[in-house]
Nanobody, 127 residues
Framework: QVQLVESGGGSVQAGGSLRLSCATSGVTATRYCMGWFRQAPGKEREGVAVIFRGGDSTAYSDSVKGRFTISQDKAKTTLYLQMNSLKPEDTATYYC????????????????????WGQGTQVTVFA
């Protein structure tokens, strides 16, 4: 059974940084796509960054490209999202997600392609 537990959210001033972590169990990293998604109040959930092909490939939304970095630890049991140059519009609940590679459609950022989700962690960026 896949379990995902996010941590690392908080409040930060615009321009600051945060690193989110997602502890995983039941996930064979080489056979799964994993990603970070976010949902702001009143908005649909959107893809932020995904890592796939056993960790060899990544994809980012245009809104975070160059500012956020998705990565895994060497054991591939923890997923990270390093967020730099944060903006107020990055404020949202951030979710970690996983999906077997055969179903995640590679670098797709569509949350509908992911079936296992964490509980989310809140990120608030104030001006």
């Amino acid at each position: 059974q896949v379990q995902l537990v996010e941590s690392g959210g908080g409040s930060v001033q615009a321009g600051g940084s945060l690193r989110l972590s997602c502890a995983t169990s039941g996930v064979t990293a080489t056979r799964y796509c994993m990603g970070w998604f976010r949902q702001a109040p009143g908005k649909e959930r959107e893809g932020v960054a995904v890592i796939f092909r056993g960790g060899d490939s990544t994809a980012y939304s245009d809104s975070v490209k160059g500012r956020f970095t998705i990565s895994q630890d060497k054991a591939k049991t923890t997923l990270y999202l390093q967020m730099n140059s944060l903006k107020p519009e990055d404020t949202a609940t951030y979710y970690c997600a996983a999906q077997p590679s055969m179903f995640c459609r590679g670098g797709s950022l569509n949350p509908n392609n992911y079936g296992s989700w964490g509980q989310g962690t809140q990120v608030t960026v104030f001006a």
